[in-house]
């Protein structure tokens, strides 16, 4: 009988190595080398170490594969099995799970890296801004790049130099100047950031990563996942919030992905259509993970879950990190010096227009962003109570700036 011999990889391909180029939040880019048998978790902490990161549970590293669908890199699988691109491989540092309470962030850094984050999403259109809200928004981000206003430095179309938003109309650049001549002087880049935080957290589009799909009448929809729960929006509505304590069970089969829930103590099957059945699974993934970080009190409480009613049938896969709460009680156990912000200069985080920024967005529709509006013109008051928590964040910072 003849016998069947399978050929062992040789030494030069267990010991090859691959390069891996990672594109930061302010479009800096870090490279190291990896190993077939190198885990994902080995990027990410890569990452992290090169800011000195400790509260990294709401970041993680994605890319794109060559059929220009998006994934989240899995941390506890080797990085080769998961990329299907040619090498060297490219991927994006990006935060994850959004903070649902930002203040409770314990460092400066990580509310930077946050900061930095959202700054693209407003750019990117993912985050919906009223006009009162998008000139404030927009104003903290010229006091944190440029300080204070200065009439001897800034001409009075210093707004142009910074291309904020997808539409960035006249009127909303004259009021991001009268904000930041009159509302923000003194503040420091830290407090400014903060305050732009603050000021995004509350808008319903805050943490939604926009999933593109068709919803059973045919319409365009974009599906979300947030720290409240399943988000729907078309156009600039969001049509559908269905808390994640009501979220029973999240599956999908092809391209068609279903939400079931409890509304008003009545079952709930919504369904969509992706473009792919990719997308589809990458839209479950996102959903178990969101459910799993923010809904459960434990890590030892996630389960793994199935895409199929029948368990052994279809996908199945387990949220393997932190959840929320844990994430934030670490936090508050942080003793160290903080580390150095390093913020990029004016000018550097800014290469938006740039082929191969478009490139790592190949994959987004955008939301259609809601400014200027005519009829959204309005003041909108500053939040002057502020909890116990936010004082001392503040008074941190104060300090900083007196030091």
């Known amino acids: 009988m ?3 011999r399978f050929r062992s990889p040789s030494i030069r391909s267990l010991d090859q190595e691959t390069l891996c180029t990672i594109r930061l939040l302010d479009d800096s880019e870090i490279s190291c080398s990896i190993q077939r048998d190198t885990k994902g978790q080995f990027l990410l902490d890569h990452v992290c170490n090169h800011y000195n990161l400790l509260e990294k549970d709401y970041f993680g590293i994605r890319y794109v594969d060559p059929e220009k669908q998006r994934h989240w890199l899995d941390p506890s699988k080797p990085v080769v099995r998961q990329m299907k691109a040619q090498q060297p491989y490219m991927m994006c540092f990006r935060v994850k799970f959004y903070p ?21 999403d407003v750019y990117h259109g993912r985050l919906l801004c009223p006009f009162a809200d998008a000139a404030y ?7 944190g790049e440029l300080g204070d206003y200065d009439p001897d430095e800034h001409p009075s179309d210093y707004i142009r130099d ?4 997808p539409k960035q109309s006249l009127k909303l650049e004259r009021k991001i100047i009268e904000i930041h001549k009159n509302e923000l002087r003194g503040q420091s880049a830290a407090l400014a950031e903060l305050n732009m935080v603050q000021r995004a957290h509350t808008l319903e589009t805050y943490g939604v990563d926009p999933h593109p799909c068709k919803d059973f009448t045919g319409s365009t929809a974009f599906l979300g996942f947030t720290a409240t729960g ?24 092809g391209k068609t992905f279903y939400v079931i829930g409890i509304q008003k103590e009545k079952k709930l099957v919504l369904t969509f259509h992706t473009s792919t059945p990719a997308a589809c699974k990458h839209l479950w993934k996102c959903g178990v993970e969101n459910q799993a970080f923010y809904k459960c009190a434990k ?5 793994t879950v199935s895409s199929s009613n029948i368990f052994f049938k279809g996908s199945r896969y387990r949220y393997s990190g932190r959840v929320a709460k844990e994430v934030i009680e670490a936090s508050s156990k942080i003793q160290r010096d903080p580390p150095t912000v390093r913020r ?4 550097q985080s800014r290469s938006y227009n740039s082929l191969s920024h478009k490139n790592l967005i190949m994959n987004m529709e955008p939301l259609v962003p809601a400014l200027p509006s005519t009829n ?3 003041e909108t008051a500053t939040d002057n109570g502020r909890s116990p928590l936010e004082q001392n964040v503040l008074a941190e910072i104060e300090h900083k700036q007196k030091a």
Not at 100 to 120: C, D
Not at 235 to 251: F, M, P, Q, T, Y
Request: a positive charge; hydrophobic letters at 45%; one cysteine or more.
């Open 2 to 4: 003849k016998m069947l």
């Open 100 to 120: 649902n309470e930002p203040m409770k962030i314990k460092e400066e850094l990580t509310r930077y890296l946050l900061y930095l984050q959202l700054k693209r």
């Open 137 to 143: 928004l927009g104003a903290c981000i010229i006091q």
């Open 162 to 165: 910074f291309k904020l938003f």
């Open 230 to 253: 399943f988000v729907v929006f078309q156009g600039n509505k969001r049509i559908h919030l269905l808390k994640w304590a009501d979220v029973s069970k999240l599956k999908f089969e």
């Open 299 to 303: 890590s030892s409480q996630i389960k």
């Open 344 to 347: 990029a200069q004016f000018g």
């Open 376 to 378: 959204e013109y309005e």
